[in-house]
C-alpha cells in the first residue's frame, strides 16, 4: 500500500523566516502538531484536515481530499515547480509526525535534484533517522518554556541536535515581549554548546491584534545573551508576514 500524507495546503512563495528569506521554494504544509505554542502563526495546521488547498503563484487551484499518496504530492510539487526554485519546503504543523510518508516521498526529489528544506520543532528526536538522508537544510525552532505552558524541551532539542551533521542546520528562536532573559541564556547555553548550528536567527512574533511588539532595545538585549553562545545570531522578522503573502 502507497505511503500517504495528510497535507494542509501545497504552494509556491518566497521563504519568509531564517537565513534562506527571499528564496522562491515550493511548500508542502504537513497537518498535525505535537506542540501548542503560544506564538503559532498557523494554527488551523494543528489538526489534520479533510481537504488538501493547492495554490499557484496567483491564487487557489483546487482542493484535494486528504490523505494524499506521496506519488501525488511529487506530481503537485512538480507542477508548482520552475527553474528559478530554490528548494522544496516541509513546514507545518509539524512534519517529522508523517515521517513515514516523507521517507516514501523524498527520495524522488533527491534523484531530481532537488534540495529539500526541512522546518521542525526538533521534539521528534527518533522521526528524524529516516528522513535525515534526504534533507539538505533543517530549520529547528527553539522552542522556550514561556511559549509552552512552562514545559522545558531543551534536552529533546539537544539529542535532535547530536543527530545532525554539521553544516545542514540553523536554529531559530521566536522572542516576544514574554521571553525572560533566564530561559533564553539556558537554552541558547544548551544548544550552543554542541557547536552543530553556528548560526542562531531571532525572529521576533508578528503582533497580533491588541499585542505588543517586541522593542528594538529588548530585541538587543536577547541578541547580546545569545551572541555569547552562537558564533552567527541575526535578528529577523516574518518577512512573508510584512509582506501578507503565504
Known sequence: MEASLFIHEIFPS?????????VPQVFVRLSGC????????????????????????EGERETLANPLGAAEVAGLVSSLWDA????????GGEPLLQAAGL??????????????????????VDALDGVLPWLDHVAMDIKLPSSQGGEDL???????????????????MVIGVETGDGEAEVACRALG???IAETLVLQPATPREGSQAISSGRAH????????????????PQAHRAWGVR
Not at 222 to 236: C, E, G
Open 14 to 22: 518566497f521563504q519568509g523566516e531564517g537565513i534562506l528569506v527571499g
Open 34 to 57: 505535537n506542540l501548542r505554542c503560544s506564538y503559532c502563526d498557523t494554527p488551523e495546521s494543528r489538526e489534520r484536515v479533510e481537504g488538501c488547498a493547492v495554490y499557484g503563484w
Open 84 to 91: 528559478g526554485m530554490h528548494s522544496l519546503s516541509l513546514t
Open 103 to 124: 521517507e516514501a516521498l523524498l527520495p524522488a526529489f533527491k534523484r531530481e535534484g532537488v534540495p529539500v528544506y526541512l522546518e521542525t520543532n526538533g521534539t521528534l
Open 154 to 172: 531543551t534536552e529533546r532539542q539537544r539529542d535532535f541536535l547530536a543527530r545532525m551533521p554539521p553544516g545542514r542546520v540553523f536554529l531559530k
Open 193 to 195: 554548546e554542541p557547536a
Open 221 to 236: 538585549e536577547l541578541y547580546s545573551i545569545a551572541r555569547r553562545f552562537f558564533a552567527d545570531v541575526r535578528v529577523i
